[in-house]
C-alpha cells in the first residue's frame, strides 16, 4: 500500500435526507473554491441506527505544485 503525502483534511458530514441530496453540490462548490489544492485521497463513510443514516466524504489534500 502506497503512503499518500498530503497537508489537509476537509469532511463533508449529514444525516439529513435534504442534505444528502445537495451534498454533491457543497463538495463542487468547495473544489472551485480551493482550486489551488489536489486531492490526493478520499474515503467515503456511511453508517446508520434506527433513526438516522450519516454520509460522511473525507476528501485528502495539498496544495498543487
Known sequence: MAVVNFTGVRV???????DRENMGEN???WLKENSNLDIVDKVVTQSSDKEFHCLTITLFYRPKS
Open 27 to 29: 463538495i463542487t462548490k
Open 12 to 18: 463533508f458530514s449529514t444525516t439529513l435526507a435534504r
